[in-house]
């Protein structure tokens, strides 16, 4: 039996879509320059303390802290949204249209733990005609639909699986290593059509996504991943990019929450990656069939001016 390498660094884009697709993941490296690096770690740490500052701070119960929605925080975070190399990479995993779903920055302080969960694990698993459906897709929550527990021998031994529809991006602000907390992930989980469950997939095979500042590390919304378990003492920076294809809900909502002054100044490219272009008929409404604008409303109750 021959075994592959696993994924390393690169910067040719053909080989990171080989990794995506063999293992899940994939890591470009040196996407972004040094002085790209600094200026968004200098952004980050002054919007890090004004948000303390003003009892605004994301601090989680595993040691995580999040600063939320950067597509209003710095041009520095919206500038990497439009890198072309990882879009080759996303296009080979979401076709040629998708979304920004949210844009995060990611702190891994001391401690913490390893809980593995995938980007779409609200999915709903495949079906087939003479099967009863596994879960209705409203009835899907994100703590009670993992694993064993989904559907018995029915998910663990599916002919069929889900597609990835969902595609992630850390972007290495620090080195990621096994020590300070460097995400994790299951090399080929993307492939066995099912969730990961906390308890039964603990010690699955996991491996650290390690990379220099200025790398981003790729993995698709089917792949097992997690926080790892930061040893060092001091807190390991990352930004998140998510993905998902155009026909699902975004995780943030940009097209309400973005500022008007962040919107003014926004190229086309990164509009439609937000969500105020439609897609197939979708997304647009009356008046506005191709790109959508605030404060434009389709039309409301009319009443004629005319005697008939």
């Known amino acids: 039996m021959t075994v592959l390498p696993l994924p390393f660094p690169t910067t040719n884009v053909s080989v990171a879509q080989e990794h995506m697709a063999r293992f899940g993941y994939c890591i470009v490296k040196d996407i972004l320059s040094p002085s790209e690096v600094a200026a968004i770690r200098q952004r980050l740490a002054e919007q890090i303390q ?113 597609p990835a529809v969902v595609c992630n991006g850390m972007w290495m602000v620090d080195d990621f290593t096994s020590e300070n907390g460097a995400t994790i992930v299951v090399p080929g989980s993307h492939l066995s059509g099912r969730q990961p469950d906390h308890e039964l997939d603990a010690d699955a095979n996991w491996v650290p996504l390690e990379g220099k500042a200025g790398s981003v590390a790729i993995f698709e ?54 969500g105020f272009k439609s897609w197939q008929g979708y997304g647009g409404f009356e008046g506005a069939g191709e790109w959508v604008e605030r404060e434009v409303y389709t039309v409301g109750e009319l009443r004629p001016t005319l005697n008939a």
């Open 221 to 274: 919304g089917r792949t097992w991943h997690s926080t790892g378990v930061n040893l060092t003492n001091v807190p390991r920076i990352g930004l998140t990019t998510n993905f998902c294809g155009p026909q699902f809900r975004q995780q943030e909502n940009l097209q309400l929450g973005t500022l008007p002054e962040v919107l003014a100044d926004m190229p086309d490219e990164l509009k439609k990656l937000i």
């Open 50 to 162: 004004a948000e303390a500052e003003r009892g605004l701070s994301h601090h989680m119960p595993d040691k995580k802290q999040l600063v939320v929605f950067l597509l209003n925080k710095g041009q520095v975070f919206r500038d990497i949204l439009l890198k072309a190399a990882f879009h080759e990479v996303l296009r080979s995993v979401l076709g040629e249209e998708y979304l920004l779903s949210s844009f995060h920055a990611h702190l891994a302080h001391p401690g913490g733990n390893k809980a593995f969960h995938t980007d779409q694990f609200w999915m709903p698993p495949p079906t087939t005609p003479d099967k009863r459906t596994l879960i209705r897709p409203g009835s899907i929550t994100r703590s009670a639909n993992r694993g064993y527990h989904v559907g018995g021998d029915d998910i663990m031994h599916a002919a069929t699986i889900a």
